[in-house]
């Protein structure tokens, strides 16, 4: 995939920074719903221009419930991006999404509350509804798992992600109720980042990375020094996924 539009990377925890990207410039950019997580880092990978956006802040201090994800889109919008990639880190809930595994989600599931989740509250000429049947795009998905492919990197190619409020991670009874209504790895900042990158229209796919196997899937308990030693392990495979993708 080469295109000369710039795509956006906007990175999660563990990927507030990717090694291979070339920076040209940063620039603190506002919106008219406040300014985004942390300056837009405008960069180069393989020729294809790139914007990054570091999701938690950088440094890492904003927790997931607390990102202005409308600020964040509306600025990746107002310098030109047209799709997105977000790299996500969640907890693996089904057998196919193991600790250090990516995936690559086809399906959201909801269960946030209290977030800006829609541009269409304000000031509207008319109600507005996205159609949100397919919440990742899937030219993008498929984009993204041949770049997997080619570059021999194990992926899962579905999955439905549980967007949970955090900041605290679950209960084994809940990721127990996530599993039963179909969810297959979890994490906290999946929405309203996707149904917003529609409404403006922009593409968006998910590169989730097991950190984890959620609470209750494993005999032992989640802590973050393990979440971070698992993130960093598969460091290497995103970078080399986004080498492919882009070359
Ligand atoms: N739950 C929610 N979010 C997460 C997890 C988890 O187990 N691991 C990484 N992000």
Redesign the pocket.
Known sequence: MSNKTPIAIIGG?GFSSLPELMRIKTEQVMTEFGAPSAPLLFAELQGQPLVFLARHGDPHIIPPHRVNYRANLRALQQVGVKQVIAL????GIAQACPPGRLVVPDQIIDYTYGREQTYFAENLAQVTHIDFTYPYTEGLRQALLQAAGQANIVVTAQGTYAA?Q?PR??TAAEIRKLEHEGCTI???TGMPEAALARELGLGYACLAVV?????GKSDRL?TLPD?EKTLQGAHQSVNQLLLELFS
């Open positions: 925890s996500a880190a969640v907890g949970t955090g991670l679950e979890v994490g906290m950190a984890n196997w959620a609470a989640i979440i």
